[in-house]
């Protein structure tokens, strides 16, 4: 089951850049999408989300954005920090349902 | 800032015990839910419940499993008689409103050990 798919393992990117993660989805019935950080030992806390009625949000150093039509999402952070340095999972939900199916995340690693 | 909150963080059983995983979710929180993380693999919705009942549930939630709200603060989950394969990190979750634009806010889990 690839309903949500990251397929980039890991990012490294320099303090003060800009951090772009990517995440793809292939259940067209999704039409609400979150992000989300991880540290070790710690739960999932949820960063930003977007609704499929915009193509983009933005909070802060942190933009998601949305394309429906390559059912394709990603988050933007900028200026990147250290303290970023997490895995990051991307999520999605349908209207109807409201269980999160979860992308396999991507470890970011900030360098000073 | 309010947050879920679960005990224990770590429970270690052998195979065939019972164990009852515990929540605390937000406390204007509507809607209640249980995901799992085996080592290595995504993060697996289990159940949800609203106004005391299941409303969704996962191939994974057989009748091995089972939630309740004992009170109004608590959210346990409840594996009858456990197997090997139950090892993972339990999370518990939390929203506030149904539909398609809430946020479920996560606890920091709990690590069960079947052995």
């Known amino acids: 089951d690839q309903q949500v798919k990251q397929n980039s393992p890991s990012l490294s990117v320099q303090e003060g850049r800009i951090s772009i993660l990517n995440c793809d989805y292939t259940?067209?019935?999704?039409?609400?999408f979150l992000w989300y950080k991880k540290y070790p030992a710690e739960g999932p806390t949820f960063l930003i989300s977007i609704s499929s009625i915009k193509d983009k949000n933005e909070d802060g150093r942190f933009t998601v954005f949305l394309n429906k039509s390559a059912k394709h999402l990603s988050l933007h952070i900028v200026p990147s920090q250290p303290g970023d340095s997490a895995v990051y999972f991307c999520a999605a939900s349908d209207g109807s349902a409201r269980q999160l199916t979860f992308g396999s995340g991507t470890q970011l690693t900030v360098l000073p | 800032e309010p947050e879920v909150t679960q005990t224990p963080s770590h429970q270690v059983t052998q195979m065939g015990q019972e164990v009852i995983l515990r929540c605390v979710p937000i406390?204007?929180?509507?809607?209640f839910y249980w995901y799992r993380q085996i080592l290595g693999q995504k993060v697996e919705f289990l159940v949800s419940?609203?106004?005391?009942?299941?409303?969704?549930k996962s191939e994974i939630f057989d009748d091995q499993f089972s939630v309740e709200r004992p009170d109004g603060s608590n959210f346990t989950l409840k594996i009858r008689s456990t197997k090997l394969e139950d090892s993972a990190m339990y999370f518990c979750?939390?929203?506030?409103?149904?539909?398609?634009?809430?946020?479920?806010?996560f606890g920091p889990g709990t690590r069960l050990t079947v052995t």
């Open positions: 259940n067209s019935m999704f039409d609400y």
């Open positions: 979750a939390s929203s506030y409103l149904r539909g398609g634009s809430d946020e479920q806010y």
């Open positions: 406390s204007n929180h509507l809607y």
């Open positions: 419940f609203y106004n005391n009942e299941i409303s969704e």
